[in-house]
């Protein structure tokens, strides 16, 4: 089993900063199918990355994801108020198809 | 306009049973791999299971293996999880999702609502 890992488990940052998150995999993820998603409280996921790099569509450019093997990151290039949340990293490359602990996004 | 509905949740007693159905709408229900995922209270998400297009073929998180069981019809464009021998570690909200296999390159695009399981007597 694939056991991701991510860091920080916090980040407290202002509106207009930039976010930095990081996912790490146990072992190398097949064909990077490494996603990420956000979780607003009391809603579903919401995907905004997958294939390690590719937005979802109607994700602002705001968001990139990057990284291969074992090691990924995403970043938020300017906090906006609704990206205040928590953050998962998923990988879907090999069975089972395990997410990382999440990463909260407060407000500092 | 895609859309996943969830039903089934309830309460129920530990060692009971559920089955959980999540009705799919906007797009060819047959052609995609689907999953649950589910979130205990306060707690992050846990891939629970998923199954191909075709029904052929499923995979199970190893929490749940031999108690879960995911099956889907696409006549209904319907995806089930029956859930046997019920504990309090699985109260959660249980969601579906579209992909979030190795079949496809686009991760979980499109989730439902979710559906509440409380097991507690």
């Known amino acids: 089993e694939i056991v991701l890992t991510q860091s920080p488990g916090t980040l407290s940052l202002s509106p207009g900063e930039r976010a930095t998150l990081s996912c790490r995999a146990s072992?190398?993820?097949?064909?990077?199918?490494l996603a990420w998603y956000q979780q607003n409280p009391g809603q579903a996921p919401r995907l905004l990355i997958y294939?390690?790099?590719s937005r979802a569509t109607g994700i602002p450019d705001r968001f990139s994801g990057s990284g291969s093997g074992t090691d990924f990151t995403l970043t938020i290039s300017r906090l906006e108020p609704e990206d205040f949340a928590v953050y998962y990293c998923?990988?879907?490359?090999?069975?089972?198809?395990?997410f990382g602990p999440g990463t909260k996004v407060d407000i500092k | 306009e895609v859309q996943l509905l969830e039903s089934g949740g309830g309460l129920v007693q530990p060692g009971g049973s559920l089955r959980l159905s999540c009705a799919v709408s906007?797009?060819?229900?047959?052609?995609?791999?689907m999953s649950w995922v589910r979130q205990a209270p306060g707690k992050g998400l846990e891939w629970v299971s998923g199954?191909?297009?075709?029904?052929?073929?499923?995979y199970y998180a190893d929490s749940v293996r031999g108690r879960f069981t995911i099956s889907r019809d696409n006549s209904k464009s319907t995806l089930y999880l029956q859930i046997k021998s019920l504990r309090a570690e699985d109260t959660a909200v249980y969601y579906c999702?579209?992909?979030?296999?190795?079949?496809?390159?686009?991760?979980?695009?499109?989730w439902g609502q979710g559906t509440t399981v409380i097991v507690s007597s």
């Open positions: 999702a579209k992909g979030g296999l190795h079949y496809s390159h686009f991760g979980m695009d499109v």
């Open positions: 199954i191909s297009g075709s029904g052929d073929s499923t």
């Open positions: 906007g797009f060819t229900f047959s052609s995609d791999a």
């Open positions: 294939g390690a790099s």
């Open positions: 998923q990988q879907y490359g090999s069975s089972p198809f395990t």
């Open positions: 072992q190398n993820v097949n064909s990077d199918y």
